[in-house]
């Protein structure tokens, strides 16, 4: 995080008094303002439209583009979010700063609230990509709040799967052995993605996207996916399921950020009307009336080793977690 050359303790200010601003500064603080106001779209007309929200240390998670973020937002009303500014300060167009954030979830684990350092970057009046928003793991609060999320995690596993789940097998690519699962549901218009492949080397962060082309064949990138870290991630994006599925796209997992080009899990996303792939033992399924949607004719809801997917769970729970509005900018401590 670059040096602070300014440190302010202050509530975010009043919505009135930024209108209009470009100063980095006062979009950072504009946009917390929108938010304890409960005007998601306020919050959301200050960002641009490639805007990607990342959660790196609590879990690999993204929110891209402006509908999935004010999506968000919205939802994070539910339970009562206040954000306080602790630091920020501008260095450019990047803004540094760290916030404390109180909300029903903190009130529950026992706190007042739990603080996360930012880093984002403000372009012509908006917040642009990237935005990273972590956890501070020093400070005890936020500890105790992360271990209760933890622990509502761990009850989230019996949840039903959301209408419409699309499972789209990811095989082994020359980079590395870690084939897994791709998990699909869209709700309102946002398409969640969860990515369950066998875990990499510890930490390491491995970059996923939506592409064109096949998996022997990758084409340019469409859409950025969170990076899957410790084999796992969780991602919304603003799009739907069909602008995702109908034009054949793969979803491509690279080994490290190091080394985009060197793949280790690759699936094709199907539609319910496109070719079916190599024959297989298992029928393809029906598609869902919702979407017109349906699995891909290998999918089979197991994880890499077979049975029933862990993954599976976790995005169920970083599911419910969005609709509940659990957490703030982001969404809790989702492990998937």
């Known amino acids: 995080m670059l040096a602070l050359a300014a440190v302010a303790a202050v509530v975010a200010p009043s919505r009135d008094s930024q209108a209009g601003t470009t100063d980095p500064v006062d979009v950072v603080e504009q946009i917390f303002a929108e938010v304890n106001a409960g005007d998601a779209a306020g919050a959301g007309a200050l960002v641009t439209e490639d805007f990607v929200l990342t959660d790196i240390d609590g879990g690999s998670f993204a929110v891209v583009g402006r509908p999935a973020f004010t999506q968000l937002i919205e939802d994070s ?3 009562n979010l206040e954000i306080t500014v602790v630091e920020i300060a501008a260095d450019g167009n990047t803004v540094t700063g760290v916030a404390d954030f109180a909300d029903d979830n903190a009130d529950a684990a026992g706190v007042s609230r739990y603080r996360q350092p930012f880093t984002v ?13 972590t956890y501070d793991l020093d400070d005890a609060q936020t500890v105790v709040y992360l271990n209760y999320l933890d622990s509502l995690e761990e009850d989230d596993t019996d949840e039903p799967p959301p209408p419409g789940l699309v499972t789209v097998p990811l095989s082994a690519q020359s980079g590395g052995n870690q084939p897994g699962n791709a998990f699909l549901f869209e709700e309102g218009g946002i398409t969640g993605v969860g990515l369950d492949i066998t875990p990499g080397p510890a930490g390491v962060q491995q970059p996923a996207y939506f592409y064109t082309g096949t998996c022997a064949a990758p084409g340019p990138i469409v859409e950025p996916l969170a990076n899957v870290l410790d084999g796992g991630s969780f991602t919304l994006l603003s799009s739907t399921m069909a602008e995702l599925v109908d034009t054949g796209l793969i979803i491509n997992v690279s080994k490290s950020v190091a080394e985009p080009g060197i793949y280790v899990a690759c699936g094709q996303v199907l539609s319910a009307t496109a070719p079916p792939p190599a024959p297989t033992a298992a029928a393809p ?16 809801g197991g994880d890499a080793a077979g049975g029933s997917s862990g993954a599976l769970y976790a995005l169920l729970a970083a599911a419910v977690a969005v609709a509940l509005g659990a957490g703030a900018l982001v969404v809790g401590r989702r492990r998937v």
């Open 285 to 300: 399924a029906t598609p869902t009336p919702a979407t017109g949607i349906g699995a891909p004719a290998t999918g089979t």
């Open 121 to 133: 970057q403000v372009t012509d009046g908006g917040l642009a990509s990237r935005g990273d928003f």
């Open 77 to 79: 009303q539910t339970v």
